[in-house]
Structures are given as C-alpha cells and as structure tokens.
C-alpha cells in the first residue's frame, strides 16, 4: 500500500500494543522481532486489545491476522488470513492443556520456575514464595551471580534486585501504581530512576521526604527488578499492597512455549486489503460489523481510486495489531 502509493519510509509510523504498553517505530518497515511469536503475560485475557476503534481515522491502516468485530469507517484494514491452529492454550502447575481442535486434552510436563534473588527484602521473597505457590511454579532462591539464561521453557519470572546507587539508601515513602499503596520504606539511591529503556515498564516509585522521587520498581516481560533496601506497610493491613504486588507478577509472566488462549487458535478469518477512505459514511448508509456497508467516497467514486489524494497528504501511517501473528505458523 505504501510502496504503490509513494509514501516515504520516514513518513510511515508503525505501532503495536502489547500486554505492557505500545510500542512505534519510523521507518520502511516494522522491526524485525514484530514478526516473530509474541511471548504474552500469565493471563492473556488481562491485557488491553489493541485499540483499534480508538483509531479509525483515514491516516490509518489497521495490520492483523482477522479483521475487528466492528469494521472501520475511515481506517484501511491489511488482513493475513486466519485459520484455526490446533495446539497448547494454558499450562497450570505442571498440566498442559491442549486444544486439538475439537476438545482439550491433558498432559503432565515439568513445571516452570520462579527465580528469585536471595538479596531482596525479606517481606517481598515470602510474597513471592505464596504467590508461587498459588500460580504452580517451582520457587528457587538464588545469588544474583546465579541467574543464568533465562529459558521459557523452564522459567516463568525472574525477581532481582537492581544494582546499588554510589550513595547511601534513601528513606521515604514507597507509592504503587495510582497511589494505591503506601510503604515506608529505603531504596538503593533511586537506583532505578535511570531511564529505563526498551521493554521496561515503571511500576513503583519513592519519595523521600525533601520531595524528591525515583522509579523503584520496574518491569519487563520475565523480569521484576526492585531496589528496595527495606520494606514496611503503614498500616497493619497489608492487603492493598498484596493484590498490587500479585498484579505486578502476572503482568511479568512469560507464558510457556507455544502456550496461546484458545481463542486465538481457534480464530478463523480472510485476507483483506483496503485502503482508507476519506470521507467516511455517505448519509443514509450505515457501518455495521464485519462485511457490513462501507464508506463511500464522494461522488460514488470507487473507493481505492479516491485514495490517492489522500495519501499524498498522509504524514503518518499507524500499524495496529497482530502483525500477521506468526504466533499462530503463518
């Protein structure tokens, strides 16, 4: 679509979400590991769909495998092709559920593991120990010097703690996401307040008392760094801060090999190529879910010949979803 309608390589923005946020990207094409199988968080149910319908604008194309139960007004659509792909949706413990197309069938494998770093506070490891317990991972303790590569297969999340400032730890007040929790507590001098790169989400942050504030806490898929020195609730009911805390290891889990919800397998759809329109829905027509009426362009005009104009003016282009889900073998 681009090439044939001489959009710029420095004028396309690609952009995907995921089960931590979004990421974009300028350029020809999107980066190389968008093609390649998504690793997804404990519950895939949990994360946020892709927005598409937040972004039905004709300077937009929406990329996936099946086109969104509603069908855009303006947005273009690129569509692989689905079928239903028969295979793992869910291990619990050491039981792997299989879908083999008709029914699920069970298999008993070896269970993944939680690592966690034997220098962490000691309130964190006994959470994580219960946590664990109640989401079927093996639990091992190590030294920091011990955390060797990590391998889906065998490890479902890592907890480390993060290197130490060159100063002394800092007192303040701990605050989890949308100030929910509050923990005093003393962290390796804002350690983390660093910027935290590709894949890293913040998720906690202290305050010490002359106001200043670091990231504590950050996540990325399979990995928790905290950099905390101590740790302590307010209050006596420390609740709050456990269904924070279990929610910040479930969005970090990476799922077994393979493993994808049945709903993606079991997804069946057809290609499509369609450009945007510009001028969205004629009066009296009406938009409705996937092969329902179309836009029409001004004039009856066939609705790709009226694209041209349009994309001379286009000055972005946003890629949204799946990426033809090379998850699924296509």
């Given at each position: 679509m681009c090439e044939s309608a001489g959009i710029p390589p420095e004028s396309r923005r690609w952009?995907?979400?995921?089960?931590?946020?979004?990421?974009?990207?300028?350029?020809p094409l999107p980066p190389e590991d968008w093609f390649t199988a998504p690793t997804r968080g404990l519950d895939p149910l949990g994360a946020s769909p892709t927005p598409f319908e937040s972004l039905d604008r004709s300077d937009c194309i929406w990329v996936s495998d099946c086109e969104p139960r509603t069908a855009p007004l303006f947005a273009g659509r690129v569509c692989s092709g689905a079928r239903t792909v028969p295979g793992p949706v869910a291990q619990d413990g050491a039981t792997l559920r299989v879908w083999n197309g008709v029914g699920l069938e069970e298999r008993t494998v070896e269970r993944r593991g939680l690592r966690i770093d034997r220098g962490l506070p000691e309130p964190l490891r006994r959470f994580a120990a219960v946590w664990a317990e109640a989401r079927g991972f093996a639990r091992e303790e190590v030294e920091p010097e011990g955390l060797d590569a990590f391998r889906p297969d065998r490890h479902a999340l890592d907890l480390v703690g993060a290197e130490r400032g060159s100063g002394p730890a800092q007192a303040g007040t701990f605050f989890a996401p949308e100030e929910r929790v509050r923990f005093s507590a003393t962290g390796f001098e804002f350690a983390l307040a660093r910027e935290p790169g590709p894949g890293w989400e913040p998720w906690g942050r202290l305050e010490d008392p002359e106001g200043r504030a670091g990231t504590v806490v950050r996540r990325r898929l399979g990995r928790v760094e905290f950099s905390f020195e101590s740790l302590a609730p307010r209050t006596q009911d420390a609740a709050p801060f456990a269904v924070a805390l279990g929610e910040l290891l479930d969005g970090a889990v990476v799922?077994?090999?393979?493993?994808?919800?049945?709903?993606?397998?079991?997804?069946?759809?057809?290609?499509?190529?369609?450009?945007?329109?510009?001028?969205?829905?004629?009066?009296?027509?009406?938009?409705?879910?996937?092969?329902?009426?179309?836009?029409?362009?001004?004039?009856?005009?066939?609705?790709?010949?009226?694209?041209?104009?349009?994309?001379?003016?286009?000055?972005?282009?946003?890629?949204?979803?799946?990426?033809?889900?090379?998850?699924?073998?296509?």
């Open positions: 952009r995907s979400d995921g089960p931590l946020g979004k990421s974009e990207f300028v350029g799922a077994a090999p393979e493993v994808l919800p049945w709903s993606e397998r079991a997804a069946v759809g057809e290609a499509c190529f369609e450009f945007p329109s510009e001028a969205g829905i004629r009066p009296g027509a009406s938009a409705g879910p996937r092969g329902g009426p179309r836009p029409v362009p001004p004039g009856g005009a066939p609705r790709g010949r009226s694209l041209v104009s349009w994309f001379a003016w286009a000055a972005a282009l946003l890629a949204l979803g799946g990426l033809l889900l090379a998850s699924r073998g296509r």
